[in-house]
């Protein structure tokens, strides 16, 4: 193997470059992205870089470690077509880059409703750097900002929003919130977390249009009885789509996602995929897909390992997700797909521990500001609930139990 071409320079695009020098790759490598500037961390841009607007602290590594390890990055370039036979990624620019393995790093885009108005100024959304800037000097004119969307990225707008005293009104069509990633414990904690902070929110409702002022810019926000929510920002923050044009135009498998298998490979041996865009098989044989930073970290170096030692360990770490609003830390071990049975464990101090079961074994923990029982968890992921009860449902104990018994 001498050329190894990544499209897509986010994080897990970066990582795979990385981890296949640290796994003595000495061929060419090639990152094609269609962003502006070196790869940089996408989760601050809804936090942090919302306060400081800082974007050199976002950069992953500087533009003299690319030089040094001999990584090219060919960035405001979109990749459109993939020549399977020929191995070659070609650009927009008609340019054909051949490959003797392709990794697709393609992430996804957000989902943009069918709503009257979204072409307005003052209509937000954030995916990139460029999105978050354009929001942060909206922001600091605005006086009530108008959410569509109760995920992630809507509450961790939402809560920093409020700190710097924009009044703020979430908007959620179905009944609870980050219905997709937390059970419905953490959805209600969380709903009680963001009303304290002085934030509407408003479930069960469907957006129907954008409201406009004489000028042409956004004015607040129609929801489907009629009733209309007044705001001079409106972010429109109701989730995402993989990227998997490139890859279903060259005729590789895809469904919610490139299919890959357990190796992050495609039906296509030349060919693999990570991160936001890849579906592989999860803890019940059915393709997950999940958005995560650390997802894809870990995709890139699985990735890496395989291509460098031929190994065919199936990738199976333990994926784990974290969302900061305002001060409170959400840290999520493992997946409550298809859980069927929750405790609660409250805590003396504290927001409570929710522990969320598959089939009798641990499937997932939702924490608050609790880092250290968050990493116990981590070692409990598909432990048995009897190994839970043994110690009274003390996490740390229990994971140290469970470690001990791995050693012998």
């Not at 937000?124 to 900002?145: K, V």
Request: aromatic share 4%; with cysteine; hydrophobic share 45%.
């Amino acid at each position: 193997m001498q050329r190894v071409v990544i499209v897509g320079t986010g994080q897990g695009g970066q990582q795979a470059a990385v981890s296949l020098r640290q796994e003595g790759f000495a061929g060419e490598i090639l990152m094609i992205g269609d962003e502006a500037g070196l790869p940089y961390q996408r989760p601050p841009l809804s936090k942090a870089y919302m306060a400081s607007g800082d974007a050199d602290a976002l950069l992953l590594k500087p533009a003299a470690f690319y030089e040094r390890l001999l990584i090219t990055l060919l960035g405001r370039t979109r990749a459109t077509r993939i020549d399977r036979a020929a191995q070659e990624v070609e650009t927009e620019d008609k340019t054909r880059h051949g490959y003797d393995h392709l990794i697709l790093a393609t992430g996804a885009h957000n989902f943009r409703p069918p709503l009257p108005g979204l072409e307005a100024a003052g209509v937000m959304e954030l995916r990139t750097l460029a999105d978050a800037e354009r929001i942060r000097q909206r922001l600091g004119r605005s006086r009530h900002a108008v959410v569509v969307g109760g995920g992630f990225i809507g509450l961790e707008f939402a809560a920093m929003a409020r700190a710097a005293n924009v009044a703020v009104t979430v908007i959620e069509a179905g009944p609870r919130l980050m219905a997709r990633a937390v059970s419905p414990r953490m959805s209600d904690l969380f709903l009680t977390l963001h009303r304290a902070m002085g934030t509407a929110v408003l479930l069960d409702t469907m957006a129907a249009a954008v409201m406009t002022d004489a000028s042409g810019a956004a004015a607040g926000v129609i929801v489907a009885d009629g009733s209309e929510i007044a705001g001079d920002l409106v972010l429109i923050a109701t989730g995402v789509r993989p990227n998997v044009e490139l890859a279903a135009e060259a005729g590789l498998a895809c469904r919610n996602g490139i299919l890959v298998d357990g190796s992050l490979q495609t039906d296509d041996p030349a060919i693999s995929a990570l991160g936001d865009v890849a579906a592989f098989p999860g803890p019940s044989g059915h393709p997950v897909r999940l958005e995560s930073v650390q997802a894809a970290v870990d995709h890139a170096r699985h990735i890496a390992r395989r291509l460098m030692t031929s190994t065919t360990t199936p990738y199976s770490a333990v994926p784990w997700f974290w969302s900061d609003q305002g001060p409170y830390k959400l840290q999520i071990a493992g997946l409550a797909t298809d859980a069927d049975d929750c405790i609660l464990l409250p805590q003396a101090s504290g927001e409570p521990v929710v522990l969320l079961f598959r089939e009798g074994r641990l499937a997932a923990v939702e924490t608050i500001n609790a880092p250290g029982l968050h990493m116990a968890a981590r070692h409990l992921i598909a432990a048995p609930a009897s190994v839970l009860e043994a110690h009274d449902y003390d996490l740390r104990q229990a994971a140290k139990a469970v470690r001990a018994e791995a050693i012998h």
